[in-house]
């Protein structure tokens, strides 16, 4: 899967193109993170004042970590069925997202008011920051469980 390097310029459709070629999570991981290098730089050249332009900025950061956070808690998120997520869902629910920011790029890139994105920017990091802090508490609940089990187990024997 070819990728433009971040000194290239990327377009939306560009980028929502290499996100369809996207066969796993490490690519659409690879996707994002080019979108975020020249979101940034979209950010930076927008009309706004700095404290809005670090306010997008900030948000790119967290999205970034979250997408990053859910990638590595792969295994035991479709694992544990957290939510009902398969190994296909949770890939279907990157993609989603990450088109999501996609978008908002193009809002961005394209001349758009920069103040119109960073609240869209702000829900989406909710949302995979809310994600991410249910599944934690949904691990820690089957972990308390299975020591419960352990104990009860052992106090048999």
Known sequence: MGFQSSEEELTPKTALEQLGQATSNEDALRVLHNVILHFIQAVLKAKADDKTKAKAIFYLGLIEDAF??????????????????????????????????????????????????????????????????????????????????????????
């Open 68 to 157: 990053l956070a859910l990638n590595s808690a792969f295994y035991t998120i479709t694992k544990f069925r957290f939510h009902g997520f398969t190994e296909e869902r949770l890939h279907s629910f990157m993609i989603t997202h990450i088109a999501a920011i996609i978008h908002m790029y193009a809002h961005v890139k394209y001349g758009n008011p920069l103040e119109d994105v960073v609240e869209d920017l702000e829900f989406e990091a909710t949302i995979l920051r809310a994600l991410i802090d249910e599944y934690n508490m949904s691990v820690g609940s089957k972990i308390d469980e299975l020591l419960n089990e352990l104990e009860s187990i052992t106090a048999k024997e």
